[in-house]
Every structure is written in C-alpha cells, then in structure tokens.
C-alpha cells in the first residue's frame, strides 16, 4: 500500500508568489516524521523540512513552511516568496519511527516551476 | 563539512556484468542507507548500516545485491549479473543518531545504465 501520496500535476508559479504542495499519508505507527527534499535537475535530494508526529507545531525553515495536519494525515509544503531557484521536484517522505525502523518511504513528487 | 560523496556518477555497463558503487557518508555519521530512483519515481529503500552492521534489507535487494560497510565509514553497493531492469539512480544517505529526528543527508547519486 502507497504510504505517500502527491498526486498534484505539475506546478507554474510566478516568482515571488507561494505555492503549497500536497503530502498525505498512511500509517498506524503512533511514532512517526515527516520529511520534505527537493531535488533539482542535477539529481541530488536536498533536505528541507522535518515534522515529527508529536510536534505541537508547524515546522518552518526559512521560507519553508508544513501544514501539519494530523487528524487529516496531510503534511503538505508551503514555499513563500518562490524564486527561480525553486524549480525542482519535491519529495514527502515519512519514516515510521516504532520498531527501530529507519527507511524513508517516498512519494512519486511534486514537479514545480517557477517562471518570472 | 563535506557532504554525501559517491562514484561514479555515472556506470554504463552491459547486462552481465557486475558494477560496484561507493559511497562516502558525512564524517561523523553512523547510519548509511542505500535507495533506487527510477525515473518518474521518488527513492525506494534497499539496505541500511549502523557503524558496520547491515540492520536492515529491503525485499528489493535481491540477491544479485550486496552492500558492505566493512569499517563503519564508506560503503559499497554491488550488483552482480546486472539485467535491464537495474537501470536506475542509487542514492546513498547518511545521517547521525545524535539528531532526533535523523533526517538524512543524501549524496548526488550514481546513475546506471545497463544495455
């Protein structure tokens, strides 16, 4: 069963502007993190956000934001201010964290664009 | 502070032949993974060390696959009798088991192709 899902077609976004990318999820682990990369056309996942299942609240980096909704099972990704440097994909991943597990599960990714 | 290294980048070999991989973890990590990309694909895991120890093998690792991590440092991944269907981006992470949240911090991949 996919334990992530994106389903978003590819995104435009005008530069400057936020752009929110949809994550959700399936698991039964009560223990669980919530990752988000990027991976630009040279390839290589870059690390950008964490939220763990028992955060009160929204994890946020810099221009990066997580909509943390748990009840909902959504982790979805805002990017304020977008910049051309933005135009990647974007990867949710989770890692169900009961049982010493310490795989990634990913999702298929969010293709964006950001255009000037 | 250097980052995830590995090579080659780049391996085209043909169906048959066994290809070996390295990977270079952050220094001071102690956990190194291995994931696939294929494309239009996010990674999928396939074997994970602590220091030296294999702990955990996805059912994707056939047993054409093996990774070592001999001294807990770098790794290797070879794949033996390599089929068409290996063709792919493997990834190689690293993350420390002081961070809580051990995310993990990837390398630029090695693509293979295999005609």
């Known amino acids: 069963a996919q334990k992530i899902t994106q389903t978003q077609p590819g995104m435009f976004v005008q530069e400057k502007e936020a752009v929110t990318l949809d994550c959700t999820y399936d698991t039964s682990d009560p223990s669980y993190g919530l990752f988000w990369y990027k991976q630009p056309s040279s390839g290589e996942m870059i690390f950008l956000i964490y939220?763990?299942?028992?955060?009160?609240q929204n994890a946020t980096e810099g221009r990066y934001s997580l909509n943390f909704q748990k009840a909902r099972k959504s982790a979805n990704l805002v990017i304020s201010a977008s910049q051309l440097g933005d135009s990647a994909m974007y990867f949710c991943?989770?890692?169900?964290?009961?049982?010493?597990?310490?795989?990634?599960?990913f999702g298929k990714g969010n293709q964006v664009v950001v255009i000037p | 502070d250097t980052g995830v290294s590995q090579n080659p980048r780049h391996k085209i070999t043909k169906r048959g032949q066994n290809v070996t991989f390295r990977c270079d973890p952050i220094s001071e990590h102690n956990r190194l993974y291995w994931y696939r990309q294929t494309l239009g694909q996010g990674p999928e895991f396939l074997t994970y060390?602590?220091?030296?120890?294999?702990?955990?093998k996805s059912r994707l690792l056939s047993d054409r696959f093996s990774a070592e991590r001999p001294k807990g440092s770098f790794s290797t991944l070879e794949i033996q009798r390599t089929e068409q269907g290996d063709s792919a981006m493997y990834l190689c992470?690293?993350?420390?088991?002081?961070?809580?949240?051990?995310?993990?911090?990837f390398g630029p991949g090695t693509r293979l192709t295999v005609t």
């Open positions: 060390f602590q220091n030296e120890a294999q702990l955990e």
């Open positions: 991943a989770m890692r169900e964290s009961s049982y010493g597990n310490n795989r990634l599960a």
């Open positions: 939220q763990g299942s028992y955060d009160q």
């Open positions: 992470a690293s993350s420390i088991t002081s961070v809580p949240s051990y995310e993990q911090y």
